[in-house]
């Protein structure tokens, strides 16, 4: 979610959350050999890591069973967020990803009656953005969120050319290209639009879906046309997918698909 380049990394750390992630996901008791397995370590070095996180609570072993699942111990870091408002545990990834890439993030609510209200802005100091007024509501199917909204949802072409119709275009794209992102959009999980919604903006966009795959959340950032290159705009859809992709496991407890 950050852009770590150059930073040094501790590969003990690292293994020690791939373990914790895959026992979250299997949601059942595993033992190391599976774990050393499926997370590509060797059996010491699984063994050695377990044995520490079971130690510090993170994890719970079964002597009998010879198997590890989730701890209690990760309580004590999760209380402090229960109950917290979303936007404040979502507010330090989409700040940091606002300054990494000097844009401005717009996070925007998906409500069931197929519109999104824009509920929290974040933006880099000193940058000359767009101002979009709090609550601002838009069709769901609008600018690049539409795009992977319909990607997410799986809508066939008829009931996307029909939620297209509903959007009011400055500069309209033609439906097939809007088509042809959509199913783009359902590889990369990010979608773009380069002053078709608002001319003048450039917007790239991902989403978040909840445990049962509703598209919940929309995070775009929205730059003055030529502020960003096409690379760094994919640089930004990238971090966008990543945030996604964190929200949903934190926030919604939605497992990590197996292809990311």
């Not at 209690?72 to 700040?95: C, K, S, W």
């Not at 880099?124 to 609550?135: C, F």
């Amino acid at each position: 979610m950050v852009d770590d380049t150059g930073q040094k990394l501790v590969p003990a750390v690292q293994n020690a959350m791939s373990i914790l992630r895959l026992v979250a996901a299997q949601g059942r008791p595993m033992g190391a050999t599976q774990i050393a397995r499926e997370t590509g370590l060797n059996v010491s070095s699984a063994f050695n890591i377990l044995r520490t996180l079971s130690h510090e609570g993170l994890l719970s072993f079964d002597p009998a069973a010879k198997t590890y699942r989730m701890g209690m111990g990760l309580l004590e870091f999760a209380v402090p967020l229960l109950g917290a408002n979303p936007a404040d545990v979502i507010r330090p990834a989409l700040t940091a990803i606002a300054q990494d890439h000097q844009t401005m993030i717009a996070l925007w609510q998906i409500t069931p009656t197929d519109r999104i209200v824009l509920t929290d802005r974040f933006t880099a100091p000193n940058i000359l953005h767009a101002v979009l007024a709090q609550n601002s509501r838009l069709p769901v199917f609008s600018g690049a969120i539409g795009r992977c909204y319909a990607a997410t949802k799986g809508l066939t072409e008829a009931q996307t050319r029909k939620g297209f119709a509903t959007v009011r275009w400055q500069d309209a794209p033609s439906f097939e290209s809007y088509w042809a992102d959509v199913l783009k959009a359902r590889d990369t999980r990010t979608a773009c639009d380069r002053s078709q919604l608002f001319r003048g903006l450039d917007i790239v966009a991902s989403l978040a879906r909840d445990a049962g795959g509703v598209p919940r959340l929309g995070m775009s950032s929205i730059t003055i046309a030529g502020q960003q290159t096409d690379e760094s705009l994919a640089a930004i859809a990238t971090a966008l997918a990543g945030a996604a992709a964190q929200i949903e496991r934190c926030l919604f407890g939605r497992p990590a698909d197996p292809d990311t």
